[in-house]
């Protein structure tokens, strides 16, 4: 009786929120991309602040930062054929092996770390391409163009309760130990937790690739010869210019007023709270029937508040920038993702070499936010 009654819960709440519109291999996927996220939460958030305190110089950032997005989309080409050759689940414990090897070096570089933060950027870029090519192949896998934004949604939310958490976790402990020692610590909590996803990962189901030859030439030239597949990817660049300036930059610009990680989590802690009430809403409102509408809407409503924003800039303004940033965003990104996977199932193709086309449409996004740093440059 009462298991029935837990049963009969559970759907209420899964018709309730949508859950039902998703298939049991998008919620494996799920448990292990959270996993994951939580992984990259505890140190991401700080690898900024870490080489600001070494350096006091923004443009170091600004550069890592910029041969990371550059090199994400150069190292997707080397994953495209390693999961032809094996299979996503082997492409995204590369990247996150790679990722355990950057952490290591970061322990061993000590306070010299920042001496090598453009090798890191690239590093850290390739890391990216090797796990978010898998990510991005088993996202289109796993979801069909009528639910792709609830998906995000429904991801959003797990996301912004990780940066609901553990930067603010991180940021506390920085702030506790003297020096380097705190960062030491949640580098060596990150390789931990990078084990945990690795075995989440070996569990998920696998993609079966037949073809195992690679074709980047070929499906390049049908990026420039077909237009929409063009303007699909162009999208990704024009969207892409102000997601690379403002990934980082708010986390930056506090830390630059005040000094304080801790500061720096409350900031992360605000967001992801935010994100989450703006998440729900958008699982019930935005739909492929009305991205454009959404796409438009939010985009005018941050245009009025930037120009606020550049007349009244302190760290006050800046928390609440970022705050608005956070739950605003959402709208504009998930039906431009909407938008831009949409060719995945309609095109000739499209589905045979997913893998390709990812990888293509990660540098055109990486083309993108380098030119939003560059601008900031």
Known sequence: MARNQTV??????SLA????????????FLKSHTLFLIFMAIPNVFINTFFMNQTDD????????????????????????????????????????????????????????????????????IASGFYWLSYATRLAESTTDENREGALSLQSIFSSIVNLVFPMISGAIISSFPGNTGYFAIFGLALFLALITIVELCRLPKISITNKKTHICSCLKTVFHNKVWFLSMFTNTCYSVREGAFAFMFNIIIF?????????????????????????????????????SSMLLSSIFMFIVSIIFIFYMNVYTCLVFAVINAAVLLYLSFPVSGVVMSPYGVLPDAAEFCPEFMAIKENFVGTGRSIGIILIM
Do not use: H
């Open 8 to 13: 009969k819960l559970r759907e209420r709440v």
């Open 256 to 292: 630059q007023y005040v000094r304080s990680e801790a500061l720096v989590g409350l900031n992360t802690f605000l967001c992801a709270a935010a994100s989450i009430a703006s998440s729900i809403l958008l699982m019930k409102i935005v739909n492929q029937n009305n991205r454009l």
């Open 58 to 125: 923004t443009n170091v950032v600004l550069l890592y930062n910029m041969l990371n997005y550059i090199f994400t989309g150069l190292g997707m080409f080397p994953a495209v054929y390693l999961m032809r050759k094996a299979s996503a689940a082997v492409c995204a414990i590369v990247g996150v092996s790679l990722y355990n090897v950057m952490y290591v070096c970061l322990l061993l570089l000590n306070n010299n770390a920042a001496d090598y933060a453009y090798l890191l950027g690239i590093f850290n870029g």
């Open 17 to 28: 929120l949508g859950l039902n519109r998703f298939s049991k291999t998008y919620f494996l």
